[in-house]
């Protein structure tokens, strides 16, 4: 019968907690692992099954398997492993890292560029590098190096303690003590002398050693001392001397101080009436000669501002730079050496100073010399510049001539640059060369204006190749002139001084714009009549040959001059006439050509050709009435090149010539024509008005096509859009005079 008691019941649960205990520690891994002592580092989760639900995700996401995570794959392989200490073991008693977080370092190290070396590498490296530092310092195989010996006592004796320190002098008694130290023991019997022992003796044994060496110490410290002081001594002496030149130095400029005050006493001693420029200038040049090469460095430029100041504010008031150009400028260049003004230049050199000089970085604060002219002297100036008429240079050019070699840099290139140069644009943007007639200033040639100032003025103003400045305005005025020009007033006045400025330039201009309309105009307007000749035509042609190559003049008087005169010949050969007069003629015009043309024109081959050919003609009608023959039949072959010309000159008499057809002349050509009468341009807009259809044109002063009036052509009307108001977007009839003018040229 089973027996219940208090005792069993405990028994029987103590067995139950040792089973579960013992059913817990069999299905606990790491129980296991530590009861084996072996730390457990392989518990790498297994595998999650392809079709499974976590695998699915992290597909969706991108994860690929045996690539790490993240966008890039840099990231882990596989989870984080644990690595557990056995029990009761501390810190470094296993290895910390596992060998999963080890391969994951130099993953990721790799993906750097970097190699990582573990631990136990490093220190299998640092004691290679012992050993082989161990090795290296070896003497014999043993593999001990050697003891370093221990540094001798070094003695000296009294003879070189003395020689060390200069003027030092040791006692008798006492140098032989010191000599008592050396390499072998000696006995001191007296203070008189040494005496080497006989016998080995024992240093602790006597108290002479101890003596001996506490003296030796004494007088080596004595003798460095010594020494030292003697080095203080001589720098005392140097310093003397130093401190000697520099009240010298302070007496001298005493000297000058006192010098100074007495000629400002002097200067400022003068009365009223006769405080003057004159006198001024001559006691500042008295004190300046007066001065030596020391004193002369004594920057001297706020007295001189200062006393003179007063009487240069009197003179800028009453100043007028037109009429009066010098005012006090030939004091100032009296006393620029005191001012620190800079030596005068050259034109060439103050225009490369206008170009790179003030381009340079200046001082943060003006000198006042500086700041004097800034105040008094440039104000006059600018109202001068404003009222003055750019037409007449002279004027302002002696103003800035006189001026020049006492002005700083940078108030020249402000006045040259900002007021000079913006009136000189102006005026460029003004100038009307096809009002030449009227005698208007806005006709001028630029040459009287313009080209005086090139001096002064830097290369983007003067360089004809340079897309900016005054040189490229005026080019583009004088592309639009040429391109204009009214060819029956002869050649365009200045073109020498065009030549010289523009080089290479001008020659492509007058080809470009000038010669197909000089052609076209020699063709239209000369003609060839051996009873009455008129030369004007020709002449005025004649007027743009020094501007074209000879070759290039050559080219045009065979296709316009000679193909008209061998029309004429011809015409003259087949009406049975006299031909000496013929031959007169031929040679008439072959002397006039000579004389009128550059010297070699007619020996140029594109004239002698024409001058054989017409002779050739000659001959063979010649011939032809000799054998009674038919001229026109013999000529035939010859004037085949010319054969529309001969039919149309057959129809007519021998003494008029065939002019062409000119076209029909439409209003837009008349307007054309106003507006180069008028120094104007007409431009296409591109553009076509709302309410009508009509294009729209642009007329204006400007070469660049800006500004000025919009307008359309209707009829025999022209009609312009209003400027402001409710008539800003409306066209209004105008005619062609004054008012259309001003309104084309903004004014």
Known sequence: MPHFGMGDTRANEDSSDSDHRHKRRKTNQMHSSLKNGMPNSASTASPAAPNSFAAKMMAKMGYVEGQGLGATGRGRLAPIETQLRPQGAGLGAVKEKTKQAKEEERREAAFRGQKVEDSSEEERKRRRRLKDKRKSGATDGSGTSTPTARPKPKYRTAAEIEAAAEGLEIPNVLKSI?????????????????????????????????????????????????????????????????????????????????????????????????????????????LTNSLDAKENSIDLQELTVALVLPLFKIAMQDWEPLTNSESVAPYLQRLKYILHVQPGSSSKELALQNGNTYSKMQSKSTTPYESMLYTF????????????????PEQLISVIEAWKTVLPPFILANVIDQLIVHRLTSAVAAWRP????????????????????????????????????????????????????????????????????????????????????????????????????????????????????????????????????????????????????????????????DERLPEGFNDMPVVAARWEKGLEIINVALDANERDADVVTELEPLMSENSDEKEQATQEAPTHLTKPIEPAVTFKDVVEDWCADNGLLMFPMREADLQTGLPLFRITASASGKGGAVMYLKGDVVWVRGSSGTNKWSFLPMGLDDALATKAEGR
Do not use: C
């Open 377 to 392: 002297w440039l104000p006059p100036i600018r109202s001068s510049i404003i009222s003055w008429d750019v037409y007449n």
């Open 434 to 593: 096809k009002r030449s007639r009227d005698g208007g200033p806005r006709s001028s040639s630029p040459q009287k204006w313009l080209f005086p100032w090139f001096q002064y003025l830097d290369a983007q103003h003067t360089d004809p190749q340079s897309s900016i400045g005054l040189m490229s305005d005026v080019k583009r005025r004088l592309k639009s002139v040429l391109s204009t020009w009214d060819l029956s007033y002869g050649a365009f006045p200045g073109l020498e001084q065009w030549q010289s400025i523009f080089n290479a330039d001008l020659p492509h201009m007058l080809v470009r714009y000038i010669l197909p309309r000089l052609a076209e105009y020699f063709s239209a307007q000369f003609d060839i009549d051996p009873a009455d000749q008129n030369m004007k035509p020709m002449e005025r042609v004649l007027q743009w040959v020094p501007y074209f190559p000879l070759l290039t003049v050559a080219q045009l008087f065979a296709n316009v001059f000679f193909k008209k005169w061998l029309n004429i010949l011809y015409i003259w050969l087949i009406g049975n006439p006299d031909h000496n007069e013929i031959m007169e003629w031929y040679q008439w015009w072959k002397q006039q050509l």
């Open 178 to 286: 010191i000599d008592a130290t050396g390499h072998e023991t000696r006995l001191l019997t007296s203070t008189a002398g040494l005496m080497s022992a006989q016998s080995p003796m024992v240093r602790a044994e006597t108290e002479s050693m101890k003596l001996t060496r506490m003296a030796q110490r004494e007088a080596a410290a004595f003798a460095d001392e010594w020494r030292a002081l003697q080095e203080r001594k001589d720098f005392y002496v140097r310093q003397g001397k130093e401190l000697q030149l520099a009240i010298q130095d302070e007496e001298e400029e005493d000297r000058t101080a006192n010098n100074l005050i007495d000629a400002v006493d002097d200067l400022q001693s003068l009365s009223g009436t006769n405080l003057s420029w004159e006198t001024i200038t001559a006691k500042l040049e008295s």
